[in-house]
């Protein structure tokens, strides 16, 4: 039996599970979301996540898997794909990831040996106390490589990379052993005036679909605020609008903003990785994935 893995990716709002379920069907796959948002439970609106009917009766894998109050760390994500990876092959099948985490993506179909750091607990309360902006400063200049790459308003992902920067030196280049199958990126291309447009769009539906109206509810179930402020821009927006310190129109705006600058920042990650072969549709996609699969 091959083993053999196809990973479709590229940045927010690009199409990638509508893409991923069309060539599951095609090709007898099953799928491995590689999300680091939609790991969690109840986060389905404001991250997008693919709903039952339009998985298509396709088998998702690593999606609403842990509690958004707890963390969830990139090895933790790399043993459920691994997992479930195998478990597709036992039934003769293709596994498919599909995702826009760079990061993730790379410890599974790389093999990366992660590095192992315990968390300092004592220089994370110290950062605590400082802004996002004094956070990011701080990792620039301990990392400059690594500042370039991550989410500069998400402290808490500012303060791992700090934490293991200082543990280690940097944030390393991340070792990888040989991996135990083969591996083809599909990577989806899409112009910038395409991809704004996607992502405006999809804001507004995700608006209309209850956006707001969940992120109350995940609060009301004893979700802090702090955490919400934590796990992504979505949810950082709507803490800061229902909280008083914007209003609507300002989240909107704020929120089409990041959005952009977030799905920027996936395209300079992948953009570095020469392997990933792009495509405009459907049909290019496919004849790369027949070929590979031959």
Known sequence: MSRKIIVILGPTASG????????AKKFNGEIISADSRQVYKGLNIGTGKITKKDMGGIPHHCLDIVSPKKIFTVAEFKKCAEEAAEKIFAKNKTPII?????????????????????????????LEKKTTEEIFAILK?????????????????LIRAIEIAKALGKVPNLGAQLPSWE?????????DRKLKKNINKRLVYRLRKGMI??????????????RMNELCLEYRYLTKFLR????????????KGEIWHYAKRQMTWFKKDKRIKWVDNYKQAEKFMKEFLK
């Open 141 to 157: 200049k301990l990392d400059p490589d690594r500042a370039k790459n991550i989410d500069a308003k998400n402290p808490r992902r």
């Open 98 to 126: 599909v995702g826009g985490t760079g990061l993730y993506i790379q410890a599974v179909v790389d093999n990366v040996v992660l590095p192992e750091v315990k968390p300092n607990w004592k220089l994370r309360k110290e």
């Open 244 to 255: 008083g310190e914007i209003s609507k129109i300002e989240m909107i705006e704020k929120l």
């Open 16 to 23: 990638k599970s509508a893409l991923a379920v069309r060539v």
């Open 213 to 226: 109206a969940e992120a109350k509810k995940l609060h009301g179930q004893g979700l802090s605020w702090k």
């Open 183 to 191: 591996a083809i990126r599909i990577g989806i291309r899409l112009s």
